[in-house]
Nanobody, 121 residues
Framework: VQLQASGGGLVQAGGSLRLSCAASGRTFSIFNMGWFRQAPGKEREFVAAISWNGGSTYYADSMKGRFTISRDNAKKEVYLQMNSLKPEDTAAYYC???????????????WGQGTQVTVSS
């Protein structure tokens, strides 16, 4: 499966952004999907994940209550709604696909390119 992330940009602290990840190729609906992010000088970290049918979602503790992951299997897309953004949310955000329902990035087999999110204070 090929993944294409979009929707990043520059936003002020407290603002919102919605990231999208469009999939093509193999059957999208069999994959569990995740969002990860990597800030300059830091390791890539887990943000959120959603099961293949959208029935289960998982969030990193610092994102709970602010970020929402969702998916539309008919459109082959997964989304990350980000609210109450903070400067520390500044990072490149990546979507990824896994055969497992997991926050472990090593278990993700397919990755999209990053989309940059910059939050100004």
């Amino acid at each position: 499966v090929q993944l294409q992330a979009s929707g990043g940009g520059l936003v002020q602290a407290g603002g919102s952004l919605r990231l999208s990840c469009a999939a093509s190729g193999r059957t999208f609906s069999i994959f569990n999907m995740g969002w990860f992010r990597q800030a300059p000088g830091k390791e890539r970290e887990f943000v959120a994940a959603i099961s293949w049918n959208g029935g289960s979602t998982y969030y990193a503790d610092s994102m709970k209550g602010r970020f929402t992951i969702s998916r539309d299997n008919a459109k082959k897309e997964v989304y990350l709604q980000m609210n109450s953004l903070k400067p520390e949310d500044t990072a490149a955000y990546y979507c990824a696909a896994s055969y497992l329902s997991t926050p472990r990035q090593n278990n993700y087999d397919y990755w999209g390119q990053g989309t940059q999110v910059t939050v100004s204070s």
